[in-house]
């Protein structure tokens, strides 16, 4: 399960509902700007509704992310909430906040006009929660007057331990609503955070190309993470879990631990890109000498993935490189499958995958785009989004935005279906 919190500084200023709903709205051209580059934009009248500084959590089985949106000082505001942002932008700047194995994902960092400000996205290991709650107390900077909205089991998980370290309360909020919501906001206002891919040419040039998509809806989210959730998403914001795998990005990374000795998911990676999964697979033209004429299919098709294993030969001279290699693909072409006959069954052209095992992760999106194209025979092509691990805490930090104190209930007003899913966003 994964817990996604959003953290949000009070003010003591009320806020009117009507005014904070006005800012989830989804209008085209509203400057999302992924150019990277720091610092907030000016505000504009919309975002008189946000109250202070906001941080998305989004802590997953394997990794935990985090999206903050550093707008500019508001007049009037508290002086408890300038020195917080000025503690926070200090923070996110400082290399030794990283430690090893943490990252401050610059690349895909951007401006919004939208929501006010810059948008900074971090990661690291989940299973350093506690050094970062720490890291957190001993800097100040987070302090009691946050709200903290927390998703999924781990908001109860971790409740008690945040509470204990930083003061602060959990609010329970859906998973899925705050993913989705992250998704919808991010490929209506940015048409290039959606991408697909040429999967002959992607892994030596990581190239990016974006689709020309008639009809947006409904389309199947495929989220990839410690393990994999596959929903149907409908034009008036609802959703349907439609099926999922135990096999994600903690199988391979997992696995990768005992072949390799690798310590983190980069690490992983980093021996799966140099490896020949060819090597340790048992493919098609290892059992028939060639291609498979009556089925059409290349003799370079796995057939049984680590097959060649079985043979003691084969087993000694394998390379660690080469099974992480065939690890990182089995577990694609297992996702790949699925997804595309959930496709199939639920009637939903559009296939978008997102999650953060797909981070710097070339080999399996380049097979993901075949996999679609080749099995559905051109009528299916896999979509993916720039910000992939990130929609999660980005989404919470949008859910949050209809909070105006600690005792706001954060229920919103029955919309008609052309404004649901802006309330799914925010509620």
């Not at 610092?39 to 394997?62: M, N, Q, S």
């Not at 040039?205 to 020309?212: A, V």
């Not at 903690?250 to 690490?267: H, K, N, Q």
């Amino acid at each position: 399960l994964t817990l996604t919190l959003t953290l949000i500084t009070h003010s003591s200023a009320p806020v009117s509902r009507r005014r904070a709903l006005r800012g989830t709205s989804h209008k085209r051209g509203s400057g999302v700007m992924a150019d990277g580059a720091g610092g907030a934009v000016e505000p504009t009248d919309e975002h008189a509704g946000w109250l202070g500084l906001r941080v998305g959590i989004d802590v997953g089985g394997t990794m935990c992310k985090i999206c903050y949106l550093e707008t500019p000082p508001r007049e009037g505001e508290p002086a408890s909430e300038t020195v917080t942002r000025e503690r926070l932008r200090v923070l996110l700047n400082d290399p030794d906040t990283y430690g090893a194995s943490g990252i401050r994902d610059k690349a895909k960092e951007f401006n919004s006009q939208e929501l006010g400000g810059h948008i900074y996205f971090v990661q690291f290991e989940s299973r350093k929660l506690e050094q970062v709650l720490q890291m957190f107390r001993l800097k100040s900077a987070i302090d009691a007057s946050t709200v903290v909205f927390g998703t999924g089991g781990g908001a109860r998980k971790y409740a008690g331990r945040i509470k204990d370290l930083l003061g602060i309360s959990v609010k329970h909020c859906d998973e899925l609503q705050s993913l989705i919501g992250g998704i919808n906001f991010m490929i209506s206002q940015d048409p290039s955070a959606l991408y697909q891919v040429n999967h002959e040419t992607f892994l030596a040039d990581g190239k990016r190309i974006t689709p020309r998509i008639a009809r947006s809806y409904p389309y199947l989210l495929v989220n990839i993470g410690s393990g994999v959730s596959i929903l149907r998403v409908d034009e008036d914001g609802s959703h349907t879990r439609v099926g999922g795998s135990a096999l994600g990005g903690a199988t391979f990374f997992g696995l990768c631990c005992i072949v390799t000795g690798c310590s983190t998911f980069a690490e992983a990676m980093a021996f799966a890109e140099k490896g020949d999964s060819s090597k340790v697979d048992l493919l098609v033209e290892d059992i028939y000498g060639g291609d498979y004429e009556e089925f059409e299919l290349p003799g370079s098709t796995v057939a049984a993935s680590l097959g060649k294993l079985i043979t003691p030969e084969v087993r000694e001279r394998a390379q660690a490189e080469d099974v992480a290699r065939a690890l990182v693909e089995a577990i694609t072409n297992n996702i790949g499958s699925i997804a595309l006959l959930h496709a199939q069954a639920h009637e939903c052209d559009k296939i978008i995958f997102a999650g953060n095992f797909l981070r710097n992760n070339r080999i399996s999106i380049a097979r993901l785009s075949f996999s679609m194209e080749y099995w559905s025979g051109g009528r299916r092509h896999a979509n993916f989004l720039a910000q992939e691990g990130y929609l999660g805490a980005f989404g919470a930090l949008l859910r949050g935005r209809h909070w105006t104190s600690p005792s706001t209930s954060p229920e919103v007003p029955k919309k008609t279906p052309s404004e649901r899913l802006e309330c799914r966003e925010g509620e």
